[in-house]
């Protein structure tokens, strides 16, 4: 059974950064294909994508985003973590991770979620 | 930026089918993917690669895709098939993921 569960502040200030680690179990990340990503939600509103890092450890990002943020892997922990910088107000928003799948068409999807966290930016 | 559409909102009554589309340029091309999103809980995936659908989704969920329109059809629709429902796929380049504004589904 494949789960997730993220960890990290639930408050950070603005400029600061904020660091966020994905525990995963279930499957493992040094299998060819898996990758681990990172979807958030602001309160209210729609989804968007992140960050994923593959088995490989080949990592990509959201081009508008992608100053910002670095995630890293530690396969002997089981965790992924997710850094993004410079913090501001319009980052608050609920921080999943999910599991893609180890299939070979280098799709960047999801097909298992944590349950999320929420990280309200404010001073 | 690359974006998918999709409608605000969608009514069904109880038993009847629902459609909720998404457009994107890039369509054609790409593989789209399908969430639903219960209030409060992750999203769930219902539909992969267009057509597909993992394993415990019920048969009454299904995916088309014709030209740069993609289609959730959910037949026979359900109280517990409420909730929000987001595509999700990629631009030409395969380097900017997005996904749509989300489908508010309402049965009734």
């Known amino acids: 059974q494949i789960t997730l569960k993220e960890s990290g502040p639930t408050l950070v200030k603005p400029t600061q950064t904020l660091t966020l680690t994905c525990t995963f179990s279930?499957?493992?990340?040094?299998?060819?294909?898996?990758?681990v990503g990172w979807i958030r939600q602001p309160p209210g509103k729609a989804l968007e994508w992140l960050a994923l890092?593959?088995?490989?450890?080949?990592?990509r990002y959201r081009p508008s985003l992608k100053s910002r943020l670095t995630i890293t892997r530690d396969t002997s922990k089981n965790q992924v973590v997710l850094s993004m910088t410079n913090m501001n107000l319009v980052d608050t928003a609920t921080y999943y991770c999910?599991?893609?799948?180890?299939?070979?068409?280098?799709?960047?999807?999801?097909?298992?979620w944590g349950q999320g966290t929420l990280v309200t930016v404010s001073s | 930026s690359y974006e998918l559409t999709q409608p605000p909102s969608v009514s069904v009554s109880p038993g009847h089918a629902a459609r909720i589309t998404c457009s994107g340029v890039?369509?054609?091309?790409?593989?789209v993917y399908w969430y639903h999103q219960r209030s409060g809980q992750a999203p769930v995936l219902v539909i992969y690669?267009?057509?597909k659908r993992p394993s415990g989704i019920p048969e009454r969920l299904s995916g088309s895709k014709s030209g740069t329109l993609a289609t959730l059809i959910i037949s026979g629709a359900q109280v517990e098939d409420e909730g929000d429902y987001y595509c999700?796929?990629?631009?030409?380049?395969?380097?900017?993921?997005?996904f749509g504004g989300g489908t508010k589904l309402t049965v009734l």
């Open positions: 999910a599991h893609r799948p180890d299939d070979d068409s280098g799709y960047f999807y999801f097909d298992h």
């Open positions: 279930g499957f493992s990340l040094n299998v060819s294909g898996v990758g």
């Open positions: 890092i593959f088995w490989d450890g080949d990592a």
């Open positions: 890039a369509l054609p091309t790409t593989y």
């Open positions: 690669e267009d057509t």
């Open positions: 999700y796929s990629t631009d030409s380049s395969v380097k900017d993921w997005v």
